[in-house]
């Protein structure tokens, strides 16, 4: 198993920016798809940006040209860049790893075999 640590999270004004780290531990991490969730309460969680072990980027529509997904597969690392956030913008992110490689993109909660324990954004307006 993948265990994923997120940071950087917290409270940012509307049109600023954050930049979310994971931290990955387990063997052969390079290798697997990562990705990058939100959930809000009441919502299902919802994916935000995913990147394959070749460097290949997935966006939600709502996010494209404001947030950049990228690894340093060397350090074990996924980053989420924010930036221009918005009010919307804010939820518990998570860090995912899919493991089983199943779908050249996944996209779903349940293509991904193991989670972060989220980090809270919040933008104020």
């Known amino acids: 198993q993948v265990q994923l640590v997120e940071s950087g999270g917290g409270l940012v004004q509307a049109g600023g920016s954050l930049r979310l780290s994971c931290a990955a531990s387990g063997p052969t991490v390079s290798r697997y798809y990562l990705g990058w969730f939100r959930q809000t309460p009441g919502k299902q969680r919802e994916l935000v940006a995913g990147?394959?072990?070749?460097?290949?980027?997935n966006y939600a529509d709502s996010v494209k040209g404001r947030f950049t997904i990228s690894r340093d597969n060397a350090k074990s690392t996924v980053y989420l860049e924010m930036n221009n956030l918005k009010p919307e913008d804010t939820a518990v992110y998570y860090c995912?790893?899919?493991?089983?490689?199943?779908?050249?993109?996944?996209?779903?909660?349940?293509?991904?075999?193991?989670w972060g324990q989220g980090t809270q954004v919040t933008v104020s307006s």
């Open positions: 995912a790893a899919d493991i089983t490689r199943q779908r050249a993109i996944p996209t779903m909660t349940r293509d991904y075999q193991s």
């Open positions: 990147i394959s072990s070749r460097g290949n980027t």
